[in-house]
């Protein structure tokens, strides 16, 4: 893999307009429209990271992902940003840092967030008898950690766009209307992915008990 310290060149030109980057920046340190200034950063920045992604990456789904990652970063950090380096610098720093974190990082290290919420809605769902059942058989700090990871087996088992949209909501604490600025889609849609994606895990977490059951 091509890791070489990026820099802010990659960046196209139209992101180089700093009156408009500084503009969007401002209003979103301002609290004035957060989702409307981030989205236009990404609007100005996505092919750029993408495209570092992709030249850096084995597959297109991972350059997305990382991308995904990039952004997210960046909108949780941009209140703390202070102009010491141009937008775009800055932007693949954080890029870079999520490239080399990559490989290593594990899903075991996020943050729970709203994943207690989902777990308790899908499960339920899944199987509501056998885990009342199971909640009188054991600790409940194990079933707890067995739900977790079962949970995010099926989680993985999802859609693309629909893993995504989980991940940001679930385990980032992100509402709606941020998961549509970061994934570049309408609020609908993230809406529809998240009550499809609910539906589907009931089916994926019943299908790998069974399995583990039955062998």
């Given at each position: 893999m091509d890791v070489e310290n990026p820099s802010g060149s990659e960046?196209?030109?139209n992101a180089d307009n700093p009156?408009?980057?500084?503009?969007a920046v401002r209003r979103f340190q301002d609290g004035e429209e957060r989702e409307a200034?981030?989205?236009?950063?990404?609007?100005?920045h996505h092919s750029a990271v993408e495209g570092?992604?992709?030249?850096?990456?084995?597959?297109?789904?991972?350059?997305?992902?990382l991308m995904q990652e990039t952004f997210l970063r960046a909108y949780k950090g941009l209140d703390g940003y202070q102009w010491q380096a141009p937008f775009g610098a800055w932007?693949?720093?954080?890029?870079w840092n999520v490239l080399k974190t990559s490989a290593t990082r594990a899903q075991s290290s996020w943050p729970w967030g709203h994943q207690t919420e989902l777990e308790e809605s899908v499960t339920q769902s899944a199987d509501p008898a056998r885990h009342r059942t199971a909640e009188n058989a054991a600790p409940s700090a194990l079933l707890q950690e067995e739900r977790r990871q079962l949970l995010r087996l099926a989680i993985e088992r999802l859609p693309a766009?629909?893993?995504r949209c989980v991940v940001l909501w679930a385990y980032h604490e992100l509402t709606y209307?941020?998961?549509?600025?970061?994934?570049?889609?309408?609020?609908g849609t993230v809406k529809a992915h998240m009550s499809q994606a609910k539906e589907q895990l009931?089916?994926?977490l019943a299908e790998i008990e069974e399995t583990a059951t039955h062998g």
């Open positions: 960046v196209g030109s009156d408009v980057v500084a503009r200034s981030f989205r236009t950063l990404f609007d100005l570092f992604f992709v030249r850096r990456t084995a597959s297109t789904e991972e350059s997305l992902d932007l693949f720093r954080i890029a766009q629909r893993r209307q941020q998961i549509a600025v970061v994934l570049r889609i309408s609020i009931g089916g994926i």
